[in-house]
């Protein structure tokens, strides 16, 4: 397929993390989205100190992609009385843009620094033209649509808009089974909310009937081959109807994730931007997707009814491991590689590279750092010497086959 129905897209992708920041930003992202240390709506472990913000835009603007900052919770009333001299610091820290879903948040923010971009988040659930154009009309620039839309009417959306608001949607990911990720269970059931970036994922947990009368019997409830997630979505998957959505008006192409691995963000953002280069064919990369673990995948809402695997269990699936990053080149053919799963000489070895695609070697030898040769790698996050026959890049990903 021709990349020409993709020109002036952008591929934006997750990163919790430098280290997926970085990934990111090797395997192709045009733009990442990072969330900050206020209002991200996320773990705390997945939020950048203001200094590793500064440090990560100067990053990303050194590769000439842009940085989105995610500031998406539901602000309480004492968050709406700091978001002021957030939103100032996030402008004078080089921000391209800041994702909000909170109607006073918008309007604080516009007024504090009237030249930061805002992006309203999926949260605020757009799902017409009159609610988009009303959040232009506030001042903002994007809007990151409801998942509930369909194709069809995201480009009815689109041609009763201004054109120069650009819109955004989600391509591939964990999917919230409440109406744009706005949901009370997990804050029902742990006091954790999902609003608050604190979602303990109940509706991935296994689920059991109970008659009133009989609550020592604990009866089953079986979908398909034995198991049961009733509650579980599916995740979502868009690579082989992409150019549909492009030519349905949709500028972004978000992938989700920033609590996922590195070896994650770069078997999705590979491919993703292979299919939007056209340089592998459709096949080839739905194969990769499957590299990475995931739920089973569907279609989303995009065609009005689920297009999806019927077999649901809510557990995850991938078809390789991630083994190692590529840290530097050593001497003589060999590389430095930080492990993060077993491997051993004799085992065959992939490389995912933007690069390279389709190669692999046979390990033979494992030198640790004081010098010694070894037959396994176990130690997480050790770095080692591996020679390898092909030319490896830093930021490339080895992974093995399952």
């Known amino acids: ?116 971009p805002i992006h309203i988040s999926t949260q605020a659930n757009i799902q017409n033209y009159k609610t988009a154009e009303t959040y232009y009309n506030m001042g903002a620039s994007r809007v990151v649509l409801g998942r509930e839309m369909t194709l069809d009417e995201i480009a009815d959306l689109r041609q009763k808009t201004p054109k120069s608001i650009e819109i955004e949607t989600f391509v591939h990911g964990a999917m919230c089974m409440a109406y744009s990720g706005r949901c009370l269970i997990s804050s029902y059931l742990t006091g954790k909310s999902g609003n608050r970036g604190d979602c303990t994922q109940p509706c991935r947990w296994m689920y059991r009937l109970v008659e009133e009368k009989r609550p020592d019997q604990h009866f089953t409830l079986i979908e398909e081959n034995g198991t049961s997630a009733i509650l579980s979505s599916h995740d979502l998957c868009c690579i082989d109807f992409l150019d549909e959505i492009a030519k349905a008006g949709v500028k972004s192409f978000k992938i989700e994730g920033r609590m996922k691995s590195p070896y994650y963000v770069a078997t999705v953002v590979n491919a993703y931007r292979q299919r939007m280069d056209g340089s592998a064919s459709l096949d080839t990369l739905k194969n990769e997707l499957e590299c990475a673990s995931h739920r089973p995948y569907s279609s989303g809402f995009y065609y009005g009814t689920l297009r999806y695997d019927p077999n649901n269990d809510g557990l995850y699936r991938q078809s390789c491991q991630f083994i190692g990053i590529v840290k530097e080149e050593d001497t ?39 010098g010694n040769e070894r037959e396994t790698a176990h130690l997480p996050q050790e770095i080692l010497s591996v020679a390898c026959p092909e030319t490896l890049y830093v930021g490339d990903i080895l992974r093995k086959r399952l």
């Not at 129905?5 to 992708?13: D, I, K, R, T, W």
């Not at 799963?341 to 065959?348: A, L, P, Q, Y």
């Open 1 to 116: 397929m021709s990349e020409a129905v993709f020109h002036g897209c952008e591929l934006l992708c997750p990163a919790g993390s430098f280290e997926s920041l970085r990934t990111a930003l090797h395997f192709g992202a045009d733009a990442v989205y990072i969330g900050g240390p206020f209002m991200q709506l996320r773990a705390e472990n997945a939020g950048f100190s203001a200094d590793d913000l500064r440090k990560a835009v100067r990053l990303v603007h050194e590769k000439g992609k842009k940085i989105y900052i995610t500031v998406n919770c539901f602000a309480r009333n004492d968050e709406i009385e700091r978001l002021g001299d957030y939103a100032k610091f996030l402008y004078e820290a080089g921000a391209d843009g800041a994702i909000v879903s909170d109607l006073g948040a918008i309007v604080t923010m516009k007024q504090a620094a009237p030249d930061l």
């Open 332 to 370: 003589d053919g060999r590389w430095f590689v930080e492990m993060r799963n077993r491997f051993s000489v004799g085992d065959t070895l992939e490389i995912l590279s933007p690069y390279s695609s389709g190669k692999s070697f046979t390990v033979e030898s494992i030198i640790d750092k004081d």
